[in-house]
């Protein structure tokens, strides 16, 4: 028997991904250092389709067809380069290794170099949606050649979500780590979009004085319009749940956000391109003040308001503002995440397609909305569109929202609750359509202190003002 595909590194993702494969008619290779999680799978699952339990590495690549695809599901980081270096040296030129782990796309980046050079094709691959995705079809990002993404893309296709409109969550998303920086901006994004729900959610409970139940049905009316999102979704579900006691679930745990490091890569990385993904960097820093206890606790006595609910009828009202701000505010962090993309794509020579990327988000992720469609149409209608913002249907939306988004602003800052998120969102928004920023005054200072030398609004060339003497200009 020979096996169409290969998994080794069976745990929960690796499992679930396995199953996939199996369940849709192809046969599966299973393989995982602890052999029990072998058998186990096979004996639970085993009727679900053909698999190929192998015990050893050799017997693992031995019972797969060729060119063989072998999928590594295993931690990021080291245990990785330890799968590729016990399974490089038994594969064939042709051979494909398809990392579906939350890789650093450098890493990626490198182990495509190094593979290349035998031979074989790296494939890094983002995927998204957890166990469940998994198992019933997640997003998936594959980079890598274009040549092994002909030999693996029609079974990705079949196992992948589908859109709405039935497309497949699977593009190739480009060459060699192209795959890996999309799922991290996935992630950048994921986190971005968590931190303005949480926003959102404290307004509501603080400003508007609702209960946790009350909330959780604003999402679900919410979920039902331009925001219908998965992250709404559960966010419903979440916050309806009450403990064992009796008490909401949200107020009995521990209010510290913890994080595996994809949306802190995003950031690193956007800083190191140049690029403001404000929205995303606020979102990571919340998570990590939100877990600074000793800090926290040796700052409570700080003064401040402290929130006030508004009166009852007045509530509703509040609720449709705290809609547009979130609504505005998600829209800037997606334009700042496909900004950050584009950059990547431009300096790795990539050529990302970003109505593609919108397109396969658009089923089987974690950030899955009904918004990405229109997206994609919008890159798909102008695929050299400067930014999202510059996409008339996003632009009037914003619009619309803008004196709502500032409101709730003014609201939250009155009160005393921190909305880092919103607030960086349209700071970001009012930034980028400002006629002058102090930056002017920033190129005079770094003039004066530094004759670091400054551009001329009315002429040519750079130029530099002796501060020290008669404050004459002379051309630098
Ligand atoms: C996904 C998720 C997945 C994982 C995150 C969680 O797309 O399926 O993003 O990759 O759940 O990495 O990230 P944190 O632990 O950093 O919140």
Redesign the pocket.
């Known amino acids: 028997t020979s096996a169409q595909i290969g998994v080794t590194g069976l745990a929960v993702m690796g499992r679930n991904l396995a199953r996939n494969f199996a369940r849709n008619g192809y046969s599966v290779a299973v393989h995982n250092r602890t052999v029990s999680r072998t058998r186990a799978l096979v004996e639970e699952f085993g009727h679900e389709g053909a698999f190929v339990a192998a015990e050893t590495a050799k017997d693992f690549v031995a019972a797969l067809e060729r060119p063989r695809r072998l999928v590594v599901m295993v931690k990021a980081g080291e245990p990785t380069d330890a799968v590729i270096e016990e399974f490089a040296p038994l594969l064939e030129p042709g051979d494909m290794i398809i990392d579906g782990g939350?890789a650093h796309f450098a890493d990626t980046r490198r182990r495509e170099r190094e593979l290349r050079e035998h031979g074989i094709h790296f494939v890094g691959t983002g995927?998204?949606?957890?166990e469940e995705?998994a198992l019933h079809g997640p997003s998936i990002m594959p980079g890598g050649s274009v040549e092994s993404y002909g030999s693996l893309g029609p079974m990705l296709e079949k196992i992948s979500a589908k859109a709405a409109d039935g497309a497949p969550c699977v593009t190739h998303v480009g060459p060699d780590g192209a795959g890996h920086f999309v799922?991290m901006v996935?992630?950048g994004i994921?986190?971005a979009d968590m931190q303005l729900i949480g926003e959102a959610y404290q307004l509501l409970r603080d400003v508007a004085g609702y209960s946790p139940a009350q909330i959780a049905d604003i999402f679900r009316t919410w979920n039902t319009g331009r925001l219908d999102s998965y992250l709404i979704e559960i966010t419903a579900e979440v916050l309806s749940h009450v403990d064992a006691g009796g008490k909401p679930f949200v107020d009995v745990v521990v209010d510290q956000a913890?994080?595996?490091?994809?949306?802190r890569w995003t950031v690193q990385i956007a800083l190191d391109l140049g690029v403001p993904v404000s929205g995303i960097a606020e979102a990571v820093f919340a998570r990590s003040l939100s877990g600074h206890a000793a800090l926290r606790e040796a700052s409570r006595g700080l003064a401040g308001p402290k929130p006030t609910p508004l009166a009852e009828s007045e509530a509703a009202a509040f609720a449709d503002r705290v809609e547009q701000a979130l609504y505005a505010s998600k829209i800037v962090s997606y334009t700042q995440g496909f900004h950050e993309i584009a950059a990547g794509s431009e300096e790795y020579g990539w050529d990302i397609d970003l109505g593609e990327v919108a397109s396969i988000w658009r089923g089987g992720?974690?950030i899955r909305a009904a918004f990405l469609d229109r997206i994609r149409t919008a890159y798909d209608a102008r695929s050299d569109l400067p930014s999202l913002l510059s996409d008339e249907t996003f632009a009037r939306e914003i619009a619309a929202a803008q004196d709502d988004w500032r409101e709730v602003l003014v609201a939250a800052t009155r009160q005393g609750v921190p909305t880092p998120g919103f607030a960086a969102a349209l700071a970001y928004y009012d930034a980028l359509r400002a006629e002058r920023l102090p930056a002017a005054l920033t190129q005079g200072q770094r003039d004066f202190f530094g004759a670091h030398t400054y551009r001329r609004v009315d002429r040519e060339g750079a130029f530099h003002t002796l501060w020290g003497g008669d404050r004459s200009e002379v051309p630098a």
């Open positions: 939350n995927i998204s949606g957890g995705g799922k996935h992630n994921e986190y913890e994080q595996k490091g994809t949306g992720c974690i």
